[in-house]
């Protein structure tokens, strides 16, 4: 007896030990799945808070429901082409594409698919992908298919015109705290270590990429300077835990690099200037800018304070900074963005560099030797 078609390909996939956080999106993404209403789904948040690992999921469990013809996957990234794109959905489904006409291949992808109900994920979108060029045939009340996209930016969600949007968060305490254990191992119940990787924890602020990567970097380390060290290191913004630059501060810094334009690239940078997770006044913030010279030339401050306010809604859906959900007048830097955001002012040259001691109740600016140093 013949085996069964292939449904898809199975994705590496973390390992994931009690967290609510992560269970209640899974859950979520499963529900809206069987939603015949929703057709097409965006997951959306920040760089490193875990959409592709958490798709992995999903399309490992819907592997084993049969519950759709085919699974494809398809990482978009960030310099996508349409025929890379036919070509990755046409390998999926076992079609041998030995032709060079675009239209041609554009027909028998979607002859192909229009006989089968399909999911299509795409991750790491970063731009707005037209599906009719691909040639995929839309998801609609017949066919019952369904396509899902992963991004940083609310506006793909918004002009890839999705059904529904799903805001993924940073992991709440205690799943932060239970990841963290999972990588570092039994070391942290130390009594000398405990409070110190606590700390630690709480400095990634429930980015589930860094909590690996520095609990990977900490495992099995009984010795207390170490982990001060990379404490401080978390402190002071630095990337010299091991992993933390290529994996962490390089990932982040590069939603930092799609921002459209220079100007709008100090004003986040300017929210360095603030301390981590410090709830920052949208209006004050503004005002910083103008005095600044940061919103550039205007008409009246009328229009220089609604061009500020334009800026901080952009930065907020390109998940550079945070709402305060109970108060819609205040945003905040999520301790991690901000460290990335530190990272590129003290590297950057195209940019003057900040010098900021948060915390330490400085009451007069430091020495101007110490400036120069710095």
């Known amino acids: 007896m013949a085996a069964p078609p292939s449904l898809g390909r199975e994705m590496p996939a973390r390992t994931i030990t009690g967290q609510y956080t992560f269970k209640k999106n899974l859950t979520e993404i499963l529900n809206c799945l069987n939603n015949d209403e929703l057709r097409m789904i965006a ?74 109900r399909f999911m299509l994920i795409l991750d790491d979108m970063w731009d707005l992908l037209d599906i009719d060029m691909i040639r995929v045939p839309r998801p609609n009340a017949q066919n019952r298919c369904k396509i899902i996209i992963t991004t940083r930016q609310l506006a793909i969600c918004n002009l890839m015109e999705t059904d529904k949007i799903i805001k993924l968060d940073v992991l709440q305490k205690g799943d932060a705290w239970d990841l963290f254990r999972h990588k570092a191992r039994e070391v942290v119940d130390l009594p000398n270590i405990e409070p110190c990787a606590h700390e630690i924890v709480g400095e990634c602020s429930g980015l589930p990429l860094a909590i690996i990567t520095v609990g990977c970097a900490t495992k099995g380390k009984s010795s207390v300077q170490v982990w001060e060290n990379a404490l401080r290191a978390l402190h002071e913004a630095s990337p010299e835990i091991e992993g933390m630059e290529r994996q962490v501060f390089s990932s982040l810094k590069y939603s930092y690099e799609r921002l459209e334009r220079d100007n709008i690239k100090s004003c986040f940078l300017y929210c360095s200037l603030f301390p981590g997770d410090y709830e920052i006044e949208k209006d004050e913030l503004v005002q910083y800018w103008i005095c600044e010279g940061l919103i550039g030339r205007v008409d009246s401050l009328e229009y220089a304070s609604n061009k500020g306010h334009d800026r901080i809604e952009k930065l907020i859906e390109s998940c550079m900074l945070d709402k305060i959900p109970s108060d819609d007048t205040k945003v905040k830097l999520h301790d991690l963005i901000r460290d990335v955001a530190l990272w590129i002012s003290s590297s950057s040259r195209d940019f003057g560099k900040f010098l900021v001691k948060a915390g330490l109740g400085l009451q007069e600016a430091p020495m101007v030797e110490r400036l120069d140093r710095s």
């Open 43 to 116: 997951v959306h948040g920040m760089g490193a808070v875990g959409k592709t690992t958490l798709m992995h999921h999903v399309n490992n469990c819907l592997l084993g429901t049969r519950e759709f013809n085919k699974i494809l996957w398809v990482t978009v990234s960030r310099d996508f082409n349409i025929a890379k794109i036919q070509n990755s959905i046409a390998r999926q489904i076992g079609l041998e594409l030995n032709v060079d006409d675009e239209e041609t291949v554009a027909e028998i992808l979607f002859v192909s698919l229009n006989r089968q």
